[in-house]
């Protein structure tokens, strides 16, 4: 059975950074995206950043890029989403999600299978 783990969500003022861990368990797949999504109170849930797996590249909004970086660690089986600069708008739950095929853009989360149970992300102004 698949699982995924999220953690290191917290409170922070605007200008701070957090990083965000996804530990993947129970996944056999030799390819797989895995992405971050975020969903603040009253809005949809919105695409952040995916990677794909085996190295096969990294894609963001626009919204995060050059602030947010995902990355993955491959025997730890774990990923990452290291966040710069936060703002305000940032604040919102930070989900990990999986699906068994590479994408070329964040996409949506009706693309992904797999999900974590969130960790929440409060930026202070």
């Known amino acids: 059975q698949v699982q995924l783990v999220e953690a290191g969500g917290g409170s922070v003022p605007a200008g701070g950074s957090l990083r965000l861990s996804c530990v993947i368990s129970?996944?056999?797949?030799?390819?797989?995206?895995v992405a971050w999504f975020r969903q603040a109170a009253g809005k949809p849930r919105e695409g952040v950043a995916t990677?794909?797996?085996?190295?096969?590249?990294?894609f963001y909004a626009a919204s995060v890029k050059g602030r947010f970086t995902i990355s993955e660690d491959y025997e730890k089986d774990t990923v990452y989403l290291e966040m710069n600069s936060l703002k305000p708008e940032d604040t919102a739950k930070y989900f990990c999600a999986a699906s068994g095929s590479w994408r070329y853009d964040v996409g949506t989360a009706t693309e992904y299978t797999y999900w974590g149970q969130g960790t929440q992300v409060t930026v202070s102004s």
């Open positions: 990677t794909n797996s085996p190295y096969g590249g990294t």
């Open positions: 129970g996944y056999t797949q030799s390819t797989r995206s």
